[in-house]
C-alpha cells in the first residue's frame, strides 16, 4: 500500500488553487438521474469518490466521461435503478441515487450502507421522510426498495441531515403537490444542489434557509453547463496547516463565504486574514492560541475540519476542548496523534487537549478522509520524519495533497508501494 512520507519542519509558503467541492459534485451526479440528457459539470474534482459515484452511473446505464476536470455525463439510456453493496459499501454517498431513481423509475434498489470507521451512520431519516412522501419502502436481503409514485407533504427533520435534506430534495422534485422541508440542512452543498435542481426545471424556494419548499412539476430538463463551488474542507484543511506549520499562503479560487466560522477561529487562535473576492491571503499565528470549538451543522464549525482542528489545538500555548455535535464517534485521529506526542484524553465526543510546543515524528495511520488529513498536517509540523500508511483514505477526498503541499514548500512524497 501507499504511503505518505513528511519530513517535518518547513513552514508553508506560495499560492495554491483550491478544488471542486467532492460533497457539492456527488448528490448533482446523482441529480443527473432525475431527467434523461446530457450533462456537463465544470470543476470537477479529480477523486476516487467521484470516479467511484461514476462507475454506480455507469452501472446504471449512464455514460460517463472526464477530462480536465470536467465531467460530461449521457443518462438518456439508464434502465437498471440499482447501487450494489460492492460501490455503495466503498462510498456512502451513493445512497444519494436513492431519490432520483425513485422519482424517475418509479422503483429504486439500494444497497445499505452500514456503518463506517466513525460509527453507525444511519439512514433512517431519509427512510422515513420517503415513506411520508408515499413511497413504500421494503427491506431485503441488506437493500432498500424503493416503490410507488409521490405526493408532496411536510416533513420536518429530527437533526439536520445533509444526505436526508438532499435526498428527499431529488425525490420531491416530481413530486404531485406541495414539499414543505423542515429543519432542512442549509450546507452551501445543498444550496448548490437547489440551484442545479431548479436549472433541471424544479421550483424550489428557501434555498439558504432551513425551510425549503418544492413544487412539484411533471418535467425535468438536462443542464448544459454548471459550475461546482470550491471545497470549503480542503481550502480550510490548507488554512488549519499553515496556522499549524507556520508560513504565510495565498488561497485562490474559494468562496470566503463558506468559511466565515473556521476563518474567525482562526483568527481567534492568533492567525491574520485577508479576504478579496475570492482569494485569502492568510498568515500563521507566532503562537497558537488555545480555543475550544465545537461542530455544528452549516453555519457552524463543520465536523469536516474537527480532525484537523483538533491537530492544530496539539501545539496551542494552553489547554483546549474539541467536540464534535455532528459526529459524535468521529475520533480515530486521536490514537494516532497521540503517538506524535500530542496530549490529549478522550470522554465521549469530547477531546482534552492539552497542548505541547512540538510533535515529534512517527509512524503513523490513516482511518477515514478528514483524519488522514489531520494526521498530514500534523506531521508538517512534526520534528523529524513521519510515515504514513493507508493513505488510500486521504485519495477519496483530496487531489494530489502531496503535490499541493509541495508547492507550498513542504519536504512531502508518496511512496508508491511498487517502489518498496
Ligand atoms: C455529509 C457529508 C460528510 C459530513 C456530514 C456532516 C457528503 C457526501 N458527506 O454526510 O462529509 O461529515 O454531511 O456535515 O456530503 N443521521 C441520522 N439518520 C440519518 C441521517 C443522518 O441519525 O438518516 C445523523 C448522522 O448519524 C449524523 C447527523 O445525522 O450524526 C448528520 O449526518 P448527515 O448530515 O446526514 O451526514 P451525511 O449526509 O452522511
Request: proline residues 4%.
Amino acid at each position: 500500500m501507499d504511503k505518505i512520507i513528511v519530513n517535518g519542519g518547513n513552514p508553508l509558503e506560495g499560492k495554491i488553487k483550491i478544488g471542486g467541492a467532492k460533497n457539492a459534485v456527488l448528490p448533482i451526479m446523482t441529480a443527473c438521474l432525475l431527467a434523461p440528457g446530457k450533462y456537463t459539470l465544470t470543476n470537477v474534482p479529480n477523486l476516487k469518490d467521484t470516479r467511484t459515484m461514476s462507475e454506480l452511473l455507469i452501472r446504471i446505464g449512464a455514460e460517463v466521461s472526464y477530462r480536465k476536470h470536467t465531467l460530461s455525463i449521457n443518462t438518456e439510456n439508464c434502465n437498471n435503478p440499482e447501487a450494489p453493496y460492492d460501490l455503495v459499501k466503498t462510498m456512502r454517498a451513493s445512497f444519494y441515487v436513492l431519490g432520483p431513481l425513485l422519482s424517475r423509475f418509479g422503483i429504486s434498489k439500494v444497497s445499505l450502507p452500514g456503518g463506517c470507521a466513525w460509527g453507525p451512520r444511519p439512514v433512517d431519516y431519509h427512510i422515513k421522510a420517503l415513506k411520508e412522501l408515499g413511497a413504500e419502502i421494503l427491506l431485503d436481503s441488506g437493500y432498500i426498495i424503493a416503490k410507488g409514485s409521490l405526493v408532496g407533504t411536510e416533513i420536518q427533520f429530527d437533526n439536520v441531515s445533509v444526505g436526508a435534506t438532499g435526498n428527499v430534495l431529488m425525490a420531491a422534485v416530481k413530486a404531485e403537490g406541495l414539499t414543505v422541508i423542515r429543519n432542512a440542512a442549509q450546507e452551501p452543498e445543498i444550496t448548490l444542489l437547489c440551484e442545479f435542481l431548479n436549472k433541471m426545471g424544479a421550483n424550489i424556494s428557501g434555498i439558504n434557509t432551513n425551510t425549503l419548499t418544492i413544487e412539484g412539476v411533471s418535467e425535468l430538463n438536462s443542464v448544459e453547463e454548471f459550475e461546482i463551488v470550491p471545497d470549503r474542507i480542503e481550502a480550510g484543511t490548507f488554512l488549519i496547516a499553515t496556522a499549524m506549520a507556520g508560513g504565510k499562503i495565498e488561497l485562490l479560487g474559494v468562496n470566503p463565504d463558506h468559511l466565515k466560522i473556521v476563518l474567525n477561529f482562526l483568527e481567534k487562535v492568533g492567525s491574520k486574514v485577508i479576504i478579496k473576492n475570492n482569494s485569502i491571503k492568510f498568515i500563521a499565528p507566532n503562537k497558537v492560541l488555545p480555543i475550544d470549538m465545537i461542530t455544528s451543522p452549516f453555519p457552524g464549525f463543520p465536523t469536516d475540519l474537527q480532525a484537523q482542528w483538533l491537530a492544530l489545538m496539539t501545539i496551542a500555548n494552553g489547554d483546549s476542548k474539541v467536540t464534535d455535535e455532528v459526529y459524535i464517534d468521529r475520533f480515530t485521529h486521536v490514537a494516532e496523534l497521540t503517538r506524535l506526542g500530542a496530549k490529549i484524553s478522550l470522554n465521549k465526543n469530547v477531546a482534552s487537549i492539552q497542548g505541547v510546543s512540538q510533535l515529534k515524528c512517527a509512524q503513523i495511520m490513516s482511518t477515514d478522509i478528514r483524519a488522514s488529513a489531520s494526521l498530514i498536517i500534523a506531521a508538517l509540523s512534526a520534528e523529524g520524519q513521519s510515515e504514513i500508511s493507508r493513505i488510500y483514505h486521504i485519495d477519496r477526498g483530496y487531489e494530489k495533497i502531496e503535490e499541493k503541499f509541495r508547492n507550498l514548500g513542504a519536504d512531502i512524497w508518496r511512496q508508491r508501494a511498487d517502489q518498496l
